[in-house]
């Protein structure tokens, strides 16, 4: 039962958010739930549109990612100081780049810009380690990456996010092993992550367990059928078993959801460029329109 008045709606939420963890701790342990010490704005409109705008982000769709970006926008101009709001924009930006959604060629490089205004506000919020590190991965720092994503962790142990996005990390670079392990540590503390499955999946399609593979991207797409990310894996997947009519069901949901996808398909940062190789065989085998490029490894 809750009797506090509604005056403050912040000390309301932290109060709220204490009585949960208390009574979380006294059944699960002391190390199992951190309570969150920090207020992220003390402007309930700009929050309410910041949450608002996570809602329409995670819609993965180029029309809500708008409307998302300028959710953020908003919030922003209420409290200029809102780094999380900031980090959240940067995060749509780089979903611009990756899906290639506003044809913005320096989506990636605005999103970067974003991500350290972020960080330079507050350098001790968890979320924004976490939205730097996929932008830093995408413009070659996959290295830097893991380390933003390590302090996030080592920032809020409890924070799926961060834990799964450090398991995607580590997927790229080629560390399937402790992917799988942090990619199910985070789906521990939310098993309704739409991102995390799809990590596991990942993990598997580099190691190329692909059968493995099929029932994690099918999971994270049971929880958000727009994550054009898992259709893509899925598509290469079909066609490099030989599918046929289930690749080219999927290659169609691809150029649905992101007709320009390849750009940000071909930026992911994998350690061994083979992976990628492998990828675009598949894709083109699902019947996607992809050239022939170079994909050997750096060296």
């Not at 939420?13 to 949960?20: A, E, L, R």
């Amino acid at each position: 039962r809750y009797d506090r008045e509604l005056t403050d709606i912040f000390a309301v939420q932290d109060d709220v958010t204490h009585q949960i963890i208390t009574a979380l701790q006294e059944e699960l342990g002391e190390a199992t739930v951190t309570r969150p010490d920090r207020q992220l704005t003390s402007s309930h409109v700009a929050y309410d549109l910041f949450l608002k705008g996570r809602t329409y982000k995670a819609e993965r769709t180029e029309e809500n990612n708008m409307r998302a970006k300028e959710l953020f926008k908003q919030a922003i101009e209420l409290d200029p100081k809102f780094a999380a709001a900031y980090a959240e924009l940067a995060h749509a930006r780089y979903l611009d780049n990756y899906y290639g959604w506003g044809n913005n060629e320096k989506a990636l490089q605005l999103a970067l810009e974003v991500a350290e205004r972020a960080l330079a506000l507050d350098p001790l919020l968890p979320i924004g380690h976490v939205r730097i590190a996929y932008i830093l991965a995408w413009g070659g720092n996959l290295d830097k990456a893991i380390a933003a994503a390590h302090e996030a962790t080592r920032l809020d142990s409890n924070y799926a996010s961060a834990h799964s996005t450090l398991a995607g990390l580590l997927a790229i670079g080629g560390h399937t092993d402790e992917s799988l392990e942090s990619a199910k540590f985070a789906m521990r503390l939310d098993p309704y992550d739409f991102l995390i499955p799809f990590r596991q999946g990942l993990a598997h399609f580099v190691a190329q367990n692909y059968e493995q593979a099929i029932p994690h991207f099918l999971a994270s797409l049971d929880l958000n059928p727009n994550l054009g990310v898992s259709r893509q894996f899925l598509a290469a997947i079909y066609g490099l078993l030989g599918y046929e009519e289930e690749a080219r069901a999927e290659a169609d949901e691809v150029l649905r959801l992101s007709p320009n996808f390849l750009k940000g398909l071909m930026q992911i940062p994998f350690a061994d460029r083979s992976v990628l190789s492998r990828t675009l065989d598949g894709l083109r085998k699902a019947g996607l329109d992809i050239p022939e490029v170079p994909t050997v490894n750096p060296g």
